[in-house]
């Protein structure tokens, strides 16, 4: 007889919290390659965690139901996070230290590092989803593309994009104030993108008096930021923040202000994936006509 999710799960749970807890133990023990690697390791462990978490709770998950899925979520994590790295060669509200010296060896601590963003958040989000007890996600229930953008749509694009090139043009001592932009502009400019591409929207939830997928990734993003500074901060290899407001009333490495911004990032990695996803869909088949992201139990197919 085939074996139930929850038992079938349950190593996945335990593997990935030894490995959590293992890789912060010897990172403050300052032991190696831990201490060097802490944050790709940790991050490894949480996503295998939060994973056998959701397949327990609900039979499904993005590492069990959809592995391929979950690939392509991780190699277009690495894409879309360089974005933000671009824009902070103008904000420069971030540096790093500590890093190998070795250049092969960085670029791949960078892409495992750079991996592990989206999937991490859309866990997380799966697993806040489970503990609120919201129902789980699925691939159907959305209605066709439309083909006029209503002029909040249309507003909210012109916004979008003008949040997003303010740092492009702003004179250089005004850019390091211009971070909250940059973790919003995507937002308003992909969601109203994403409804006419037939992809999932979070206006389109709210229209519908949907709010779970909302909620789960914002406080997704809350459990996220805090584990990425907690990892951080005591790391050999981390990052270290330049921003200009409260500079010195941190918590870990993060100015207190700077964890508004997770809700918004995870919010903002919801848009900028469904975009890319539903591009690429339409591009590998043009005759589907909406972008379906079939398989994927995650936040973005509810």
């Known amino acids: ?8 799960g349950r190593a996945g749970v335990w593997i990935g919290l030894a490995i959590m807890v293992v890789s912060e133990a010897a990172t403050l023990g300052r032991i190696e390659p831990f201490r060097s690697w802490n944050t790709p390791i940790a991050w490894t ?7 056998s978490i959701v397949w327990r709770a609900r039979g499904r998950s993005w590492l069990r139901s959809a592995p391929g899925e979950f690939v392509w979520l991780a190699v277009a994590s690495i894409g879309l996070w ?3 790295e671009g824009y902070n060669l103008l904000v420069r509200n971030w540096y790093y230290t500590g ?5 092969a060896l960085r670029l791949v601590g960078y892409a495992w590092s750079f ?11 799966a697993l806040i989803g489970v503990l609120r007890g919201t129902t789980a996600p699925g691939t159907g229930g959305r209605s066709a593309a439309p083909s006029i953008f209503r002029p909040g749509e249309i507003a909210s694009i012109a916004l979008g994009a003008a949040m997003l090139g303010t740092p492009l043009v702003a004179p250089p001592e005004l850019r390091p104030y211009l971070a909250a932009p940059v973790w919003l502009g995507f937002i308003f400019l992909l969601d109203p993108v994403n409804r006419h591409l037939g992809g999932p929207s979070l206006a389109a939830d709210l229209e519908q008096g949907t709010t779970g997928r909302t909620i789960d990734l914002a406080l997704g993003g809350v459990m996220c930021g805090f584990l990425w500074e907690f990892w951080n901060f005591w790391a050999a290899a981390k ?8 500079e010195r009333v941190k918590l870990f490495e993060m100015p207190l202000p700077g964890y508004l911004g997770f809700p918004a990032f995870a919010l903002e990695c919801f848009t900028m994936f469904v975009f890319v996803r539903c591009v690429c869909a339409r591009w ?19």
Do not use: K
């Not at 007889?1 to 079938?8: H, L, N, V």
């Not at 890093?99 to 250049?103: G, I, K, R, T, V």
């Open 45 to 51: 462990g949480f996503i295998l965690f939060a994973d």
């Open 115 to 125: 991996a592990t963003i989206w999937p991490a958040i859309f866990e997380a989000a």
């Open 82 to 84: 360089l974005v933000f």
């Open 1 to 8: 007889m085939e074996a139930s999710p929850a038992p079938r």
């Open 99 to 103: 890093l190998p010296a070795n250049p």
């Open 239 to 246: 990052w270290h923040y330049t921003v200009p407001i409260m």
């Open 284 to 302: 590998m088949d043009p005759a589907r006509g909406q972008c379906r992201i079939d398989g994927c139990p995650s936040p973005v197919t509810r």
